[in-house]
Every structure is written in structure tokens, then in C-alpha cells.
């Protein structure tokens, strides 16, 4: 039996066995200092097709197995992974909690999506001047 599709709004860490499907709007990745050639990390927001956004984190680690496995504006189904608080100072979308992909993670391509290229979320600029304007 195929493990239920969750969306980004329901994402919480009581769930086992998460299976999201989403288009990767964003992807970063953050330099290493030294002289390694692979990233210290490759960042992500991911979008579903409601319109729902995360952040989604691969640590130093796993950064080779994952770094040809996601490209910015392809759709994917990807399975388990870790949900963690969304707290610090840096917060890149609303969502209450961040992805890490670990080694259990799955990540499948998928040829056709409904999920759209770009989502914009507006906000008063006097809200995004307030300090801590996305903690909730």
C-alpha cells in the first residue's frame, strides 16, 4: 500500500514515515570553509500545490549523496525525513517547522506536477520591519 501524501501545512513530527510531494522553489547551498569541493550544506524552500511552503535543510554529511538528487523549479516525492522546530533568527518561510533530510530519506522525481513554479506571500512592510515578524 503507497504511503499517504501529506501537505506542507499538516508537516509536524508526530508523523512517521512523511511523503510530501513538492517542487523545490529555491535551492542554496552554503560554502564550505577549508578546502572541501562539496557545499557545508544545500538549503531548499519547498512549495505543494495548495501553496504551502517550508524550509528544507541537507547537513554537511549527506550533502554527497544528496547533491545531484534536487534541482531548483523539478517536482519530487520525498519520504522520510526529520521535522524539527523552525526557531533561531534566520527563518525562511512561516512554517512552524523545518525539514531535515537524513539517511533514510527518499527523493523521486516526478515527471508531471500540478505544483506550481512560484508562490508569493505579501506582507505589509511595517510587519516585516517588526522584529520577529515571522515567529508566531
Do not use: C
Not at 552554503?30 to 547537513?59: C, F, Q, R, T
Not at 522525481?109 to 522584529?131: C, G, H, M, T
Amino acid at each position: 500500500m503507497a504511503a499517504r501524501v501529506y501537505k506542507i501545512s499538516e508537516i509536524n513530527p508526530t508523523i512517521d514515515n512523511l511523503s510530501v510531494r513538492v517542487r523545490v522553489m529555491r535551492l542554496w547551498t552554503m560554502l564550505s570553509y577549508g578546502s572541501s569541493l562539496l557545499p557545508y550544506a544545500i538549503e531548499m524552500i519547498w512549495l505543494d500545490e495548495d501553496g504551502g511552503k517550508i524550509h528544507a535543510v541537507i547537513k554537511r554529511n549527506l550533502v554527497s549523496r544528496f547533491v545531484n538528487a534536487s534541482k531548483e523549479g523539478d517536482a519530487y516525492q520525498i519520504t522520510n525525513f526529520e521535522v524539527k522546530l523552525n526557531g533561531g533568527n534566520f527563518r525562511f518561510t512561516k512554517h512552524k517547522y523545518v525539514i531535515d533530510l537524513d539517511h533514510r530519506t527518499n527523493v523521486r522525481r516526478l515527471r508531471e506536477s500540478n505544483i506550481p513554479q512560484y508562490a508569493f506571500s505579501f506582507e505589509d512592510f511595517d510587519k516585516i520591519n517588526a522584529v520577529g515578524s515571522f515567529k508566531r
